[in-house]
């Protein structure tokens, strides 16, 4: 099992950004797959992206492609979420996602979570 804490949200006005840090004990990152998800008030969690255990493949929503970059360092056991060109829109708690099977490959998340961060983005 691993324990995931974020930090790094806030309030932005649109076209800021962010960084979001997922950092992680207990098992070794690089031996999880590691994703990002959100939830806005009323509606379902969604993924927004996802980074392999080898730091070899990513995925992004096509809504957040072009604008967040997923990345890791294991070495300081992060991961982290560069959020630009913000919109109103990407308003939502961020939480982190680990995976020690294969689901985030479908955007599908592992067992493990965060306890989420929020992000709001004023217009």
């Known amino acids: 099992q691993v324990q995931l804490v974020e930090s790094g949200g806030g309030l932005v006005q649109a076209g800021g950004s962010l960084r979001l840090s997922c950092a992680t004990s207990?098992?070794?990152?690089?031996?999880?797959?590691m994703g990002w998800f959100r939830q806005a008030p009323g509606k379902e969690r969604e993924f927004v992206a996802f980074?392999?255990?080898?730091?070899?493949?990513?995925s992004y929503a096509d809504s957040v492609k072009g604008r967040f970059t997923i990345s890791k360092d294991n070495a300081k056991n992060t991961v982290y979420l560069q959020m630009n060109s913000l919109k109103p829109e990407d308003t939502a708690v961020y939480y982190c996602?680990?995976?020690?099977?294969?689901?985030?490959?479908?955007?599908?998340?592992?067992?493990?979570w965060g306890q989420g961060t929020q992000v709001t983005v004023s217009s």
């Open positions: 996602n680990a995976d020690s099977t294969s689901r985030l490959f479908r955007s599908r998340p592992g067992d493990d």
């Open positions: 207990g098992r070794t990152l690089a031996s999880y797959h």
């Open positions: 980074i392999s255990a080898s730091g070899g493949m990513r």
